[in-house]
């Protein structure tokens, strides 16, 4: 093969593939860099996103514990918000209590119990109750021994035993006020103004044996517990319906319920429980130590009641000697006594020199006028 067929093969067959081949080289180049600059472009707005994502991720988790601040804020203010209504509520009780007329009378004379109902002879009421009899406890606690159950002993069982009071009573409601009459004659009325009664029951201190003010009737001590519309206790001699307790602020008997398991909660009149409990001892006021208190097996004793809020200490024989009033706290020793007030001052007494002072503001309604019930 000459030299001139070589050339003309060269030029015919290689160069032509050649030129195929760098054309293929060029182009694919061209296309390896556009897709590198998509991926990095890819790579670059992914990477963006992530940022973005990331931020939203801080801001979502920001809006998350504000949601959570702002919630706990809310339960806050809610639970201050109850908390409040809750005081405005007794607050507004309180001021009720102060500013109401005290309802609850027994200063009923005959000629006026009978125009409360009788009209020409008729008797004219909003409604009237069947008769009942009051039921109470007796005197004296008894006691039976524990018995055996399995392995185990129970302890002592102690309560009352119960007992029926003498006389039949009613309830006539007129113009939306109660009465309480004798069930076979209404011109007899015991008390007026009362929302509620409860059953009767025997208060130690108010026996006169014991040194206490009630009458030596057939029911000595026994004292007939009752409530105003606005929840203010008052008792009263079971014989004469006389006031011995008139319009003091509702007591916690949340404590006092009954147990049959235990002396001091024997009873099962809550209130009966709370006397029994919450007697205090001022040695100084005590005969027994020389004070200016009576001679007796209860010389010496107190409660507190309170009455529109205000703390007053009472002989426990007779509440209307006032032993301390607006107090912070009372003590005593054998020798002293110390009364402490809020504003930190404090009065301390030796036994000799103390005496309560004489106060109608828990036994007597003030507005009463009329000459009472015989």
């Known amino acids: 093969m000459n030299l001139k067929e070589i050339k003309k093969i060269l030029f015919t067959k290689i160069v032509p593939i050649w030129g195929a081949f760098m054309t293929l080289i060029s182009v694919s180049g061209c296309n390896n860099s556009s897709i590198e600059q998509e991926n990095e472009n890819l790579q670059s707005q992914i990477e963006m996103l992530e940022k973005e994502n990331l931020a939203l991720d801080e801001a979502l988790k920001n809006t998350a514990s504000v949601v959570d601040k702002l919630t706990q804020e809310a339960v806050e203010l809610q639970e201050r918000l109850e908390q409040l209504e809750e005081e405005n509520e007794q607050l507004q009780t309180a001021v009720d209590r102060m500013k109401t007329p005290n309802p609850v009378d027994n200063n009923l004379d005959l000629k006026y119990s009978i125009s409360l109902f009788f009209n020409g002879g008729k008797l004219e009421v909003d409604s009237i109750s069947e008769a009942f009899q009051f039921k109470t406890e007796a005197k004296d606690m008894h006691y039976s021994a524990g018995y055996f159950v399995g392995y185990s002993y129970f302890p002592d069982l ?57 009458s030596s009737g057939k029911y000595p001590g026994y004292v007939l517990p009752y409530y105003d519309a606005l929840g203010r206790l008052y008792l009263a001699d079971l014989n004469t319906f006389e006031i011995l307790l008139y319009a003091v602020d509702p007591i916690d008997l949340s404590d006092c319920q009954y147990n049959s398991y235990s002396e001091n909660y024997a009873s099962r009149s809550s209130l009966r429980n709370w006397f029994e409990r919450k007697v205090m001892h001022f040695p100084a006021y005590d005969a027994g130590h020389n004070g200016n208190d009576k001679a007796g ?73 009329r000459a009472r019930l015989k």
């Open 158 to 214: 102690f309560g009352y035993t119960d007992m029926n009071v003498d006389g039949s009573y009613k309830i006539i409601t007129k113009d939306g006020v109660k009465f309480l009459v004798d069930a076979n004659d209404y011109t007899k009325v015991y008390l007026s103004g009362f929302d509620k009664l409860e059953s009767p029951f025997y208060l130690k201190y108010h026996d006169p044996a014991n040194g206490g003010l009630g």
């Open 297 to 369: 097996e209860y010389s010496g004793m107190a409660f507190i009641f309170y009455k529109n809020g205000v703390p007053y200490c009472v002989d426990a024989n007779d509440f209307s000697k006032v032993l301390a009033v607006q107090f912070d706290k009372i003590t005593s020793t054998t020798d002293t006594i110390e009364i402490s007030y809020a504003d930190g001052r404090k009065d301390c007494y030796d036994a000799d020199a103390f005496s309560p002072k004489t106060s109608n503001d828990l036994t007597a309604n003030p507005s009463a006028t």
